[in-house]
């Protein structure tokens, strides 16, 4: 009997989702006294997941993903390691492999999970994280979905064995022929800060001050939907719930209104800050902090006081 958790790595490092997931890999091991293992791909180096509760790696290399190949090779762990749960990650990946893997285990998936299990049940957030619904698993294999940056990491060191493991091909459709990434940017999903702005910035010109606040704040940039509608920024920084949804530390929206599907996909931040000249935007009713006042004169102001503040508790 086992707890297995899928870790996808990015290019050999762990994000923090993969270290929330091994958190709760690890802790859900100890509470029903089993071992907590990790099926990694494309790590070399395992040994940073002992350090939050991992006691065995097994060792997946591949040039490129492949969900059919992917789902497979899960498949195949989740069987030799008799697990009972498998616990995976929000990311695009993970919602793409995780009903492939269900469907052929004949297994419950629980999706956008915030905590540990309560007598039986797993508390997760529903309806664009407006309520929380309290979910019994009644499959043999339970695949539980870990909302981003809601149980947390949680260190619990203990010694690694790492295991290569054979990945398992799959006749699929389809195959990623190329993959592109934006290496000198934060991304979205992994932002303890977002920076996101909208039509108030008047146009693509003036991004600059976003770029430059967010390169301070250690954040990554966002923005609204008509702003990538528009080709002002790339959809890959649309946020929202028709867009990649926010669940970060803190969240900036300067010249953003506040429309219902921007705010149902940010509501998950716990702290929200709002710059805005309309004092009756929605978006005020959601935030936690607002400036009433222009962005081309706030922003500046707001960059100079915290490079000044670094720069005196450096």
């Known amino acids: 009997m086992s707890v297995l958790a899928f870790i996808e790595s990015n290019n050999g490092s762990f994000k923090k989702s993969d270290l929330e997931v091994a958190s709760y890999a690890a802790a859900l ?5 089993t071992e907590a293992i990790a099926l990694v791909f494309n790590s070399d180096d395992c040994s940073p997941l002992g350090t939050y509760g991992i006691s065995k790696a097994l060792k997946v290399s591949t040039e490129q993903f492949n969900a059919s190949s992917y789902a497979a090779t899960i498949e195949v762990a989740t069987t030799q390691e008799a697990a009972t749960v498998l616990i995976c990650s929000s990311s695009s990946n993970s919602k793409y492999i995780a009903p492939l893997v269900a469907a052929s285990l004949k297994a419950a998936y629980v999706p956008n999970v915030i905590a540990l299990p309560e007598s039986g049940t797993y508390p ?25 940056n809601t149980y947390g990491v949680h260190e619990n060191p203990t010694q690694i064995n790492q295991i290569d ?11 990623s022929t190329s993959t ?7 991304s979205i999903a992994d932002a ?12 693509p010109e003036n991004w600059g001050m976003i770029e430059e606040l967010a390169q301070v704040l250690g954040a990554a940039t966002a923005c609204s939907k008509p702003v990538s509608d528009m080709g ?25 209104s506040g429309a219902i599907q921007h705010l149902a996909g940010v509501s998950a931040s716990k702290t929200k800050v709002v710059i805005n000249t309309d004092p009756e935007a929605p978006f005020f009713k959601a935030a936690d902090y607002g400036i009433v006042g222009d962005a081309f004169e706030v922003v500046p102001q707001l960059i100079e006081k915290l490079k000044a503040f670094k720069s005196e508790n450096s």
Not at 165 to 175: E, H, Y
Not at 180 to 186: G, H, N
């Open 29 to 33: 091991a100890a509470a029903t006294n």
């Open 124 to 148: 997760r957030n529903v309806f664009s994280n407006k309520g929380i619904a309290h979910t019994k698993v009644n499959s043999e294999l339970s695949i539980i979905g870990i909302a981003p």
């Open 165 to 175: 493991f054979n990945l398992v091909s799959s006749s699929s459709k389809t195959q």
């Open 180 to 186: 592109e990434t934006a290496s000198d940017k934060i």
């Open 192 to 203: 303890d800060i977002v920076v996101s702005a909208g039509r108030g910035l008047k146009g």
């Open 232 to 256: 002002w920024r790339p959809h890959s920084e649309h946020v929202g719930q028709t867009g990649k949804p926010v669940s970060c530390n803190l969240y900036f929206a300067i010249g953003i």
